[in-house]
């Protein structure tokens, strides 16, 4: 296992570069994540509306409306003022004008007569008034028919019965994202850049030309030194995964380990893996000089970043970037990573979706593997 | 031990080997030596099954030597020209990784890594960086990192190249120390005093073809120059040049800016006879030099080019 061993010597001789990217990682995730949640945090909560009230009754029960009104909505009492009315639904200031009527009793309960409502043009906010305007005066009219008292009718009818709703949203999507998705979605720039920076730096040592030679010249079979190379590969990244997945769990472990589809989510991250492996695997074959590999993983990495969702949200990218970004493998974890985090219920479609993006990331994967053995064997006959 | 018959190989156009022949024994020091360019490099390559060649077969220790024959490579220690370690290692963690690609046993090759580093002289600098060392350290550690799993034969590429007089002796003391403990050493250079000093058997390469093969003296009594003699300081006549000429075993002269060159064939007292005829006819002179024929001469004759073109 020497050759295996001279790569894990490397990788620690660069110990301090990976932690440096490490640390980047969490801290952009932790900034993200919490900058997210307090932009992000959202609940349901009944539309208010200022409501203008001309009460030219001045009764009991227009008391009672006001009253009741004003639980739901803010209201103001306004003079019986054409003018000051007007120019109040001009302005905006209020959505609607409540116009109560003298003899508002006889004329709304008893003799069933419509509430006047003035609103600004164009506006249905009024509908949702008025149907609170009516639902309450019908149950006053309910009560006083059964016999209660005016007094006690209005009381009975102020009391909102409230219930516990649970919201089945059969579109499958959530509107927010999970405090661990920020973790995820960040996921490609710690693999671009760590892997392609350590491993393409680790590459360009062994393809010193010399040491290519030396090792060629050795008692190692090539396919010995390749197989020990791929498995050095596969440690290194699974050490940067597994930190990765840890970071992961301490942004809201119980939250994630409770997420259904959190099988999904690590598919994904594996898929990413491999691409960001083979990716640097192939920067490793074309360069050998670590001025050069510096060069290109920076661009490399952030470039795909911003253009593939990462650093911003797919919705805010236009049209001909997102056609291009389609060509690149983090597009696709991006997008995964994207349902996922939207995800109530996983349907058939979702499901494909994900299984799609996967295996494109994948095909990626082979891709990339065959160009870099297509450039291995070039390299070769250049000897 | 080693046997390069007809050996071809062409880049393009350009051919570096033309149907090179060599032969080396075992326990040899053998100097393959040559301008830059002349091929010796690519003849290793091939040597190795580093490179595929055109034509022509190489064996080594009488097998085919091929890219999967781990038997034979296993023998072989590699000095490549260019200093082939790696900067993130430090002199030990090198030596120890380039034996480990011979030797799996970690003991062994604990007591090997320690001896190889005796044997360079590195003891002070065990856990200095490449980068950390002077040319001729870094040399050093070259050499340790191909001979650390002590091989039974060694091909050093030009392992002086920019490396100071002081270092370049170590190198070369080490060279014939590692000879006489038994291996067969390969050593190419265009450095024709390092060779000479060495060197058992040398073979003279230029464009891809050895044009000479054999001991130091075999290679010299190719020649017709035995003795080469300077005189400065020496005013002659065009008489005066063509008498000299005419002196037995002269066979070549040259003069200008009152500087002498005679080249005599290898007989005896040819100095005696010049200095004789410059006394007789009153002609006084300045300093005298009377040299042996070098490896440049041996070049220059068979090629009409020096060996440092």
């Not at chain 1, 709703?165 to 979605?185: C, I, Q």
């Not at chain 2, 039974?152 to 080490?174: C, F, H, W, Y």
């Not at chain 2, 009153?282 to 009377?290: E, K, L, P, T």
Request: proline letters at 2%; glycine letters at 6%; one cysteine or more.
């Amino acid at each position: 296992m020497t050759v295996f061993k001279g790569y894990m010597k490397i990788t620690k001789s660069l110990f301090g570069m990976i932690a440096m990217y490490l640390c980047i990682f969490a801290g952009v995730t932790f900034a993200m994540q919490s900058v997210g949640q307090t932009t992000e945090k959202s609940a349901y909560a009944a539309e208010k509306l200022d409501i203008a009230v001309v009460d030219s009754d001045g009764g009991e029960l227009a008391e009672g409306l006001v009253d009741f009104l004003k639980e739901n909505h803010h209201v103001e009492m306004m003079k019986n003022d054409e003018e000051t009315m007007q120019e109040a639904l001009y302005y905006e200031n209020v959505d609607l004008i409540i116009r109560i009527p003298q003899n508002f009793e006889t004329v709304c309960v008893d003799g069933e007569e419509k509430l006047p409502i003035t609103k600004v043009p164009g506006t249905y906010n009024a509908i949702y008034a008025s149907q609170q305007i009516n639902t309450f005066l019908n149950q006053v009219r309910t009560y006083k028919a059964a016999g209660y008292l005016l007094e006690e009718a209005i009381a009975k009818a102020q009391v909102q019965q409230t219930s516990e709703v649970e919201t089945l949203d059969e579109s499958g999507v959530t509107s927010g994202m999970p405090s661990y998705g920020y973790a995820f979605r960040y996921m490609p720039y710690l693999f671009l850049t760590a892997l392609c920076y350590v491993l393409g730096l680790i590459l360009a040592s062994f393809r010193k030309k010399d040491v290519k030679n030396r090792m060629m010249a050795s008692a190692v079979s090539l396919r010995r030194q390749n197989a020990e190379s791929i498995l050095a590969f596969l440690v290194v990244g699974g050490a940067i995964w597994v930190f990765a997945m840890l970071l992961t769990l301490v942004i809201d472990g119980k939250a994630f380990l409770e997420d259904p589809y959190k099988g999904y989510y690590i598919l994904n991250t594996l898929a990413l893996m491999l691409v960001s492996l083979a990716i640097s695997f192939v920067l490793g074959l074309l360069v050998n000089k670590p001025t050069v590999v510096n060069n290109i993983v920076t661009p490399l990495s952030l470039g795909m970043c911003f253009l593939c969702g990462t650093f911003v949200d797919i919705s805010f990218l236009g049209e001909n970037v997102l056609k291009v970004s389609q060509f690149l493998p983090v597009y696709w974890y991006e997008v995964v990573n994207q349902k996922l985090c939207d995800c109530v219920t996983m349907t058939a479609s979702i499901r494909m979706f994900i299984y799609k993006g996967l295996g494109i990331q994948l095909l990626f994967v082979a891709a990339l593997i065959g160009i870099a053995l297509a450039v291995s064997k070039m390299k070769q006959q250049e000897v | 031990m080693i046997k390069i018959q007809n050996l071809v190989k062409r880049y393009g156009e350009l051919v570096a080997l033309d149907h090179l022949n060599l032969e080396i024994e075992e326990g040899e020091i053998f100097g393959l030596l040559g301008p830059n360019g002349s091929g010796k490099t690519t003849a290793i390559s091939c040597l190795l099954a580093l490179l595929k060649y055109d034509k022509g077969t190489v064996e080594v220790f009488n097998k085919a030597m091929m890219p999967d024959n781990y038997a034979a490579k296993k023998q072989i220690g590699v000095v490549l020209q260019n200093v082939a370690v790696f900067e993130e290692m430090n002199v030990r963690e090198n030596i120890d990784y380039f034996c480990g690609l011979y030797v799996n046993n970690a003991k062994e090759r604990k007591k090997l890594v320690e001896e190889a580093i005796r044997f360079v002289g590195l003891e002070d600098y065990t856990r200095m960086r490449p980068k950390q060392l002077s040319g001729g350290l870094l040399r050093r550690l070259n050499i340790a990192c191909g001979i650390a799993h002590q091989p039974r034969l060694i091909i050093m590429d030009e392992p002086t190249v920019a490396v100071d007089p002081q270092s370049r002796n170590k190198i070369l003391e080490g060279i014939m120390e590692l000879n006489r403990r038994g291996a067969t050493v390969i050593y190419t250079s265009h450095y024709m005093d390092e060779v000479e000093q060495i060197c058992s058997r040398i073979a003279i390469i230029d464009h891809g073809r050895c044009i000479a093969q054999g001991t130091k003296e075999e290679l010299k009594s190719m020649i017709k120059t035995g003795e080469k003699i300077t005189i400065e300081g020496v005013l002659l006549k065009e008489e005066n040049l063509a008498e000299i000429r005419q002196l037995p075993h002269v066979f070549e002269i040259a003069y200008e800016d009152q500087q002498l060159v005679v080249r005599c064939s290898g007989a005896k007292h040819n100095l005696v006879r010049v200095l004789n005829y410059l006394q007789e006819h009153d002609i006084a002179f300045g300093r005298v030099f009377s040299e042996l024929p070098t490896l440049n001469d041996v070049f220059l004759e068979i090629t009409g080019k020096e060996l440092r073109d």
